[in-house]
């Protein structure tokens, strides 16, 4: 995102835009790839509520947040455009506020991978994952990645 210091993201949070809903799809290459046509749409506030209820010490990916509200909400996939998007929206408005903390650090990219759209950048990430006991490595030698290492262990179930 750009410009995050003149969004208003608690306000983004709390928009619906007609969310949530189940749309039907068409598109043969979209089916085959998410393997369904029936794609949920999630607000930005159910991905707030997700992130918050993962503990210290334990991490989630988006995948697993978007397979989650697919299986809760009878449809074959979350779209992952606006998951993505709304789990930026989620760090950032909980960085704008000054209490009701959302713990966004613990919900990383797939594969454990840190997420370089959260306020403060992998940096802040970072540091915020390896207080909690987590190991970051850094992968690759031109195109840069860091992720948590054996992420896997440290996964939060969402019930």
């Known amino acids: 995102m750009a410009n995050e210091d003149k969004k208003n993201f608690n306000a983004m949070l709390m928009k619906d835009n007609g969310m949530p809903k189940i749309q039907i799809i068409t598109d043969e290459a979209t ?17 707030d509520e997700i992130m918050k209820k993962v503990p210290y010490g334990k991490i989630i990916t988006v995948g697993e947040i978007r397979s989650y509200l697919a299986k809760n909400h009878e449809a074959d996939f979350t779209d992952p455009i606006t998951a993505g998007i709304f789990v930026s929206i989620a760090a950032w408005a ?16 797939a594969n454990g991978e840190l997420n370089p759209k959260y306020p403060g950048g992998i940096e802040a990430q970072k540091e915020k994952l390896e207080a909690e006991g987590h190991t970051v490595i850094q992968r690759g030698r031109k195109n840069i990645k860091y ?11 969402i019930l």
């Open 31 to 47: 089916i085959k790839k998410y393997g369904g046509e029936k794609m949920y749409f999630a607000p930005p506030r159910t991905y």
């Open 94 to 109: 909980s960085y704008q506020r000054t209490e009701d903390e959302t713990p966004y650090w613990r919900t990383l990219k």
């Open 147 to 157: 992720y948590v290492q054996d992420y896997e262990e440290a996964m939060f179930e």
